[in-house]
């Protein structure tokens, strides 16, 4: 094996969206050199394993990387989504990330872009082309944008046995679908939703798709939550509905059922409590599509799959050997426990906005590149916690609340935030403050006076529903 060296400031290990966000940033916040690698031959992370129809489910306006857009900033002019910010699809992500690379990343000369190569810790990176390897050393720090990687069915398969001759597929394999035969979907999150609209979108009638759901998903309402000024007294008078709801409460239960009635979450099933939150939008569109499918299995997780019968935690329910199985149970971005973003000689990439990859890394770089010391950068980036339930949720906003308001108190932070386009919310009260309408000006005094109250509520809500979930002492 050859081996040579590279150096550079930073060693940047990944080259998904929240890496090339925290690069794009770093370029604009110091002088910085930096080397980027991946084992993918190009730069997208989980977006080339991606299935073809994926599109993001919150705007494209929060999306990329802060120096350049990703889309036109218009608005989806058909379908489910008809109305609402346009949102980027894969070909279209991938295309703004090579174009990055391209086009800002490569030509200033402070990127070393190491395609198809391996990280294995300690300095070395192995190529996957020719095996040779290479010492890279980080004068400042090496960065590791891997810890939110995500997981998709194309690459981490079906977490149940799947029997010989059974036709049990990934979302990646709905190239072509035939709308002859019956449909299986099995998964209760973003990725299933999608496979379901799909299938729907192809042909397959409702009659021939089933559903298996170990768990009912809480949504959020897209329409809810939209960056642009237009969309202000729908957005904001959410935010001031989310915190009222919070201040009155009874339980986390209640709290969601609260804001359901409100407009800011949706079930697809009226009549089933949802036991399971993964930051996943939906339209009131996608919603009435979705409820077309009236043949809900509830049997908890799949254990196997074979040619004549499911079989569940639950119990089984049949199948039939024509039938297509498509898996979409993969973990997403899998819940680790957090830890200190900056350590000496490392940063450790994750949230510190809730469900805000692109914005959460370019923070990160704003910090690294700004503040003082590493106590000082923990201090402004608390990782935000993965969610998994309705009480994960509620901890969400409330810890994205208190970050929010650690940042407040730098100006210097603020105004990176309000000048950021990942953060488009803060673009957008700001620029409303400043020439609100009666109607503006109304909704955002009642937001303002509903956060203290309702932060309180939260807290309460998170303390009582952790009480209950700690085990009793014997």
Known sequence: MIERSLEADYVVVGAGAMALAFVDALLDESDATVILLDRRPAVGGHWRDAYPFVRLHSPSAQYGVNSRPLGGGGLEPDGPNAGLMEMAGRDAILADFEA????????GGRVTW????????NGLAISLTDGDGLRLRARRRIVDATATGT??????????????????????????????????????????IDAVLHLLAAGVTPEAIRWIRPRDPWLLNRARLQPRRDFLLQTVGGWADEMEAAARAASIDDLFLRWEAAGLMRRIDPAVTPTMFHCAFVSDGEIAELRRVANVVRLGRIRRVGQERIDCEGGAVPTVPDAVHIHCTASGVPRRPPQPIFQPGRIVLQYVRRCSPPLSAALVAHVEATAGDDAERN???RPAP?????????????????????????????????????????GMVAEAAADATPAEAAVLARWRAALSPGLEGLARLVEVEKALLEPTPA
């Open 379 to 381: 201090a402004l980036c």
């Open 100 to 107: 990055l690379l391209r086009d800002r990343l490569l030509p």
């Open 114 to 121: 190491l395609p198809a190569h391996e990280w294995r810790g």
């Open 386 to 426: 993965m969610v998994d339930t309705p009480r994960d949720w509620a901890a969400a906003v409330l810890a994205d609340a208190r970050s929010r308001h650690g940042w407040s108190r730098r100006p210097a932070l603020s105004d990176w935030l309000l000048r950021s386009r990942l953060d488009g919310f803060s």
């Open 151 to 192: 997981r998709l069915p194309s690459t981490h398969g079906p977490g149940f046995v799947v029997e010989p001759g059974v036709r049990c597929i990934p979302p990646n394999d709905l190239v072509t679908v035939d709308p002859t035969r019956p449909h299986t979907v099995i998964g209760a999150g973003k990725t299933a």
